[in-house]
């Protein structure tokens, strides 16, 4: 799996979009990129992923650039309870599986 | 459905003594990993299963066994446990076909481990 870096930390206005960097510029052509994110002490929950085009869905959207070496979560209109700690993973091609390995992640913290 | 399932939610340990952590999906998936957290840190895989009878090592596997005798359930086994053992266990799981590309993670609500 690719190494990917994050933020360790940003703050983000309730109701104002938050966008989320992540690095992978190791990975390869057929890894996928996805985000998963954690609220204090729960189990982490998936929000989206992609392989090369933009992808949306009710919880983000997901924007890859087009050499694939870097990709930005959007949080359309931020609330308190995105309040978490969101990860970025770059693996699980199609034709291998098995480790999916989070790294530290980014402490997102949406402020009134 | 239940989803994953993970018991028990919390659990004090002596140095030395054995435990298994149980998890068990109800969701008919065919992978399921094992992961600890420690305080303020990432999530660390310790063993993962691509099916039934198949077993493979993650990052962290050292002081743990696993075994997947069934589609459902995915024990892990602290044989002699230590204080480096203190952490919160994820079990998670996922269905992983020929044909799929939503690699979507379940996970429980985890297991606190204190190990004194």
């Known amino acids: 799996d690719a190494k990917t870096t994050q933020p360790t930390s940003m703050d983000c206005a309730e109701g104002r979009a938050a966008n989320l960097p992540c690095n992978h510029s190791?990975?390869?052509?057929?890894?996928?990129v996805y985000w998963y994110r954690q609220i204090h002490s729960q189990g982490p929950q998936y929000i989206i992923h992609g392989l090369k085009n933009n992808e949306t869905n009710e919880m983000a959207s997901l924007i890859i650039t087009e050499d694939r070496k870097s990709s930005t979560l959007i949080l359309p209109h931020a609330t308190l309870r995105d309040t978490a700690v969101y990860y970025c993973i770059a693996g699980q091609s199609t034709d291998s599986w098995g480790k999916f390995q989070f790294g530290a992640g980014t402490q997102v913290v949406v402020t009134p | 459905n239940a989803g994953v399932t993970q018991t028990p939610k919390f659990r004090i340990l002596k140095i030395g003594q054995s435990m298994t952590l149980q998890c068990a999906q109800d969701?008919?998936?065919?992978?399921m990993y094992w992961y600890r957290q420690d305080p303020g840190m990432g999530l660390k895989l310790i063993y993962y299963?691509?099916?039934?009878?198949?077993?493979d090592k993650g990052e962290v596997p050292n002081g743990y066994n696993v075994s997947r005798s069934t589609t459902e359930d995915f024990p892990l086994r602290l044989e002699l446990a230590a204080p480096s053992q203190t952490s919160v266990y994820f079990c998670?799981?996922?269905?992983?076909?020929?044909?799929?590309?939503?690699?979507?993670?379940?996970f429980g609500s985890g297991t606190q481990l204190s190990v004194l």
């Open positions: 969701m008919n998936h065919n992978y």
């Open positions: 998670a799981s996922s269905r992983r076909t020929a044909r799929s590309t939503n690699e979507k993670l379940f």
């Open positions: 299963s691509v099916g039934a009878g198949i077993t």
């Open positions: 190791t990975i390869s052509g057929n890894e996928y």
